[in-house]
Every structure is written in C-alpha cells, then in structure tokens.
C-alpha cells in the first residue's frame, strides 16, 4: 500500500495481481495499480492515523 497525490488529492495505490500474472503467463508487473480516495483519516486505539476509503459499496 502507498499513499501517492495527484492534483491535490490523496489516493492509496494498490496492486493486485492477475491470475495470469501470478501463474507466470503474464510478465510480473503487468497489471495496473487500483487507485482508492482517501476521504479522511480515524485514530487507531494505538494512536496511528488510519486512512478511510471513499469505496462505495452495492447494495444486492
């Protein structure tokens, strides 16, 4: 996980590989990062900021 801005905005960049990838039929590397807004930050019981994420979700 990596905090990255881009024009101003906070996003967490994740990589996710694809199964092609992790069998070895794609090269390593090749699927692209998922990028998710961060729309705040909570204190964990710790005391360490903890991001919060503007996923929404589905309702079925």
Same mark, same amino acid.
């Given at each position: 996980?990596?905090?990255?801005e881009?024009?101003?905005k906070e996003y967490i960049e994740e990589r996710f590989p694809s199964v092609a990838e992790v069998m070895g039929l794609a090269p390593k590397g090749s699927t692209l990062p998922q990028l998710f807004? +961060?729309?705040?930050y909570a204190e964990s019981p710790s005391g360490k900021l903890v991001p919060m994420l503007? +996923?929404?979700?589905r309702e079925e």
């Amino acid at each position: 996980m990596k905090i990255i801005e881009i024009n101003g905005k906070e996003y967490i960049e994740e990589r996710f590989p694809s199964v092609a990838e992790v069998m070895g039929l794609a090269p390593k590397g090749s699927t692209l990062p998922q990028l998710f807004p +961060i729309v705040g930050y909570a204190e964990s019981p710790s005391g360490k900021l903890v991001p919060m994420l503007g +996923i929404k979700m589905r309702e079925e």
